[in-house]
């Protein structure tokens, strides 16, 4: 673990391994090393054409170069200004030509060198779109490309990865009225800074152009070139961290506001909910209080099983009952059969013995007198009708007591029978009853089986409770305190600490660029330059002739001076403490053209030429109209001077 | 006594002794009339077989006599309503219903059933004497029922000395009661209405009916009736 990713943790209060995760997590990179320069030269231009319109014939021109100062000089509109432009086109891969210049030239080819490694740029524009090609390396590795985003980006590319330049994350708040809801803390966005911007540290042009280096003063585009170019170490985490830092401030600001929003869409307050959910837990405690499904379930089948159970056995016992009473009837009948036998064996002997006790005195079918019948002679014994005997011995009784002991026996048994038959209906209506109360606790049971809204106030409990708890939270995010998440804490502790350690850095480093400039901008031409003071976020205070004043606020042909200056001081200060990373190449346009006086102009070639040869690896090509001076000044070899009236090509 | 395809019938001298009874109890009292030419000793009278079979009927179905008890308890006509009560309930006591019960053939115009063999031997004894009335024996108009006073003699004499046929005077005693002197048209008809569902169909003579004259006797007394031992 680094110790910056230490200290970080340190400042957040939390673990060096959850600092360290949170930091890679959100992109915030460690610069406490920088890398080493990188050289960028100029070894050839050259394009061909043809000219149309006023001007007319074929174009061929070719330049070859090398490190040191380099100058062409024409009149103005004679197209010098157009050869640094080229230069610059073709290194950074996006268009700055004038639109009847550029229809002249139809192929452009930069011959150039990184740290020693050649590549050419071939560029033809005769096309519909721009064709052209990369070529890199003793290998001649080649990158093809089509139209002009993509040689943008073929370029950008190249260059960034040859020139050890990193993406530069910075934050550009929204304007006011963008941020109109949110006044405490305006929206924004990250911005990048890529080789379309870093490009301009390359380029100097006499334009009305307030920024001290760079196109625009704005969105940081210069903080982020003077620091690159000064080589501050902890800038770019401290850009990091802050970006970071400001985006996830952002997405909490918009998630709360997201929140809010939602809240007020939701109709049911907090409150509302809680009270729902207050009744759904009474109605589901009611619910509770009563047996459980399973339990009642249970009920139900013990009941019912019961009444299956007791419905056989009545099955049984009315079988029996039939049975029993079957026995009891016949047994009955055998009984009323054998009363009503008896009674005829007993009547029938009575009648008999006092009708024979009797005399007949007639015949009873024709009443003739029993004196003239035939069997009146016979004994008294005989029948005096039809003249039977009359039966020998005494009746029989045993028949009759027979039977009639039989009869006891019956009755007994038919008592028996009548009991058994008794208790078998007895029996039964027992059984009855207890199939009805089995009956009625089964229905019972089944009533008591929870209904379905039982379950359903279960659900409604759950749903509540799911509502409320999303409820909260949205109320949390909504109305959240403006509490530091662990995240912010780490981001904020690591642009504090990133701050602090670039700071300390860059407090010798800049007092010693500032001093430089103030030697370069004299010796350029600012006699009565007394301090200059470069601050690290940008700002260029400068003091002249005992009064303060700032580098926007300064001439035209002041600036001009200073922002070379500035250049060849960050270039110097960064080569000689090994930190700076400009490529080493300056395209410095119409050098004199702020200037009155030809001396000035010479001045500041002379010392160009002086800083170019006390500076190893630095090529300046400049265009100036005073080819006087240029000629007197830049050796002949190092010159394209065009005859007065006459186009440079 | 005689069963044929499960009917119970009654013995000759039984249904002799019974018919004997119904005479004695039944029979119109005919001394006094000097006018008419009796047979020599006639005490009572029972005029005209319908009257005849109408008594009988009464006397070996208990459940049916027990039940025109009940009707005349009901219509007012009975000359002691609780002892008619107390009547009914002894006739449907127990097996009385059954073991006293002699059923009788549905014919023509009611219960009948032959009782010439009875009659026969009570007249061989000259205890009664039948005698016909119109001009037999091409046209019978009616035949009347004579009890004579051997016959008067021989019921007393099982009256007292023997118990299990006194039955048979008690009941024909409730008989009289119920039928009074009304004529055998009369009786039939009273019958036959009050039997014409019980017995249209011939089993159901048999078993008659004495669970419905039971129930009847029970709403009517407000307790139980039954075989209850």
Known sequence: ?649 | MAEQEGVRRASRVQDAVRLLFVLDRCGASCGTDEDQALPQGAVGVIRGQKRLQALDFWLRNPDYLADELLNQVENGSAPDPESALTQARDLLDGDEPDVSRYPMVRWRFGAWEPLDDALALLFAHNLIAVEAVGEPPAKVERWDYYLLTAGRDLAAELRADAPDLAWYDERAAIVLSVAGQRSGSQLKEIQYGQAEYERTVWKASISGITERVRERLARITGQPVGASE
Not at chain 1, 472 to 480: G, I, L, N, T
Not at chain 1, 527 to 539: V, Y
Not at chain 1, 614 to 641: C, F, M, N, S, Y
């Open chain 1, 1 to 649: 673990m680094s110790d910056f990713v230490q200290a970080v943790a340190r400042k957040a209060g939390i673990s060096d391994e959850q600092a360290g995760e949170i930091l890679a997590r959100h992109g915030v990179r460690e610069s406490g090393i920088l890398p080493k320069p990188h050289r960028l030269l100029v070894r050839r231009i050259a394009f061909t054409g043809e000219k149309t319109g006023k001007s007319t014939g074929a174009v061929d021109f070719s330049w070859d170069l090398g490190p040191g100062l380099w100058c062409v000089t024409a009149d103005n509109l004679r197209g010098k200004s157009t050869i640094l432009e080229i230069i610059w086109w073709l290194l950074r891969g996006s268009d700055a030509l004038q639109a009847d210049v550029r229809h002249w030239i139809h192929q452009i080819s930069l011959d150039a060198e990184v740290d020693e490694e050649p590549f050419t740029v071939y560029v033809d524009t005769t096309g519909d779109q721009l064709t052209g090609t990369l070529t890199v390396g003793t290998q001649r590795h080649i990158t093809p490309f089509t139209g002009e985003p993509e040689f943008s980006s073929v370029m950008g590319a190249f260059m960034m990865d040859r020139l050890g330049l990193e993406f530069l994350r910075g934050w550009r708040k929204d304007n006011a009225a963008q941020a109109e809801n949110d006044a405490e803390s305006p929206d924004g966005q990250v911005i990048v800074t890529s080789w379309p911007a870093f490009s301009h540290a390359l380029l100097c042009r006499n334009r009305e152009n307030d920024a001290l280096l760079g196109e625009t003063s704005g969105g940081g585009t210069m903080q982020s070139l003077l620091q690159m170019f000064v080589g501050l170490p902890w800038t770019t985490t401290r850009r990091d961290a802050g970006a970071a830092l400001n985006l996830l401030q952002q997405s909490t600001r918009g998630e709360r506001r997201r929140a809010q929003q939602d809240l007020q869409a939701r109709g049911a307050s907090l409150e509302q909910l809680e009270n729902q959910l207050a009744r759904a837990r009474e109605s589901a405690a009611q619910a509770e209080a009563g047996p459980s499904l399973e339990a009642a379930a249970d009920a139900v089948e013990q009941a019912a099983a019961r009444l299956a159970e007791l419905t056989a056995r009545h099955a049984d016992l009315v079988q029996e009952m039939h049975q029993t009473q079957q026995a009891e009837e016949e047994l009955h009948e055998t009984l009323v059969l054998d009363q009503a036998r008896l009674r005829d064996l007993r009547e029938t002997s009575v009648a008999q013995r006092f009708f024979g006790a009797l005399k007949p005195t007639c015949c009873p079918r024709c009443s003739t007198s029993l004196d003239q019948l035939p069997h009146a002679e016979l004994s008294e014994q005989h029948c005096r009708i039809c003249g039977s005997e009359p039966p020998e011995g005494p009746v029989d009784s045993s028949a009759a007591d027979d039977l009639a002991a039989s009869i006891e026996t019956l009755k007994q048994a038919h008592q028996k029978a009548k009991k058994a038959a008794q208790q078998a209906v007895s029996a039964v209506t027992a059984s009855e009853t207890k199939i009805t109360e089995a009956r009625t606790a089964l229905s019972v049971a089944q009533t008591a089986m929870p209904a379905e809204s039982a379950l359903r106030v279960h659900l409604e409990v759950a749903r509540l409770e799911g509502a409320l708890e999303e409820r909260r939270a949205a109320e949390r995010r909504a109305q959240q305190p403006r509490a530091k998440s662990t995240e912010e804490a780490v981001l904020e502790a690591a642009a504090k600490e990133a701050d602090k350690r670039t700071k300390a850095a860059s407090a010798a480093l800049l007092g010693e660029v500032s001093a430089e400039i103030c030697r370069l901008a004299i010796r350029l031409g600012m006699k009565e330059l007394q301090q200059i003071k470069l601050q690290a976020n940008g700002p260029l205070n400068v003091t002249k002739g005992d009064s303060r004043t700032t580098f926007t606020a300064v001439t035209p042909g002041e600036q001009l001076r200073l922002r070379i200056a500035t250049l060849l001081a960050l270039l110097r200060v960064g080569q000689s403490s090994g930190v700076g990373r400009h490529p080493g190449l300056l395209l410095l346009d119409s050098a004199g053209a702020q200037e009155t006086i030809d001396v000035d102009l010479a001045e500041v070639l002379s010392q160009l030429k002086s800083i170019c040869e006390e500076t190893p690896g630095l090529q300046v090509i400049t265009a100036t109209a005073k080819r006087d001076v240029a000629t007197h000044v830049i050796p002949a070899d190092r010159l394209i001077a065009a005859a007065p009236g006459e186009p440079v090509w």
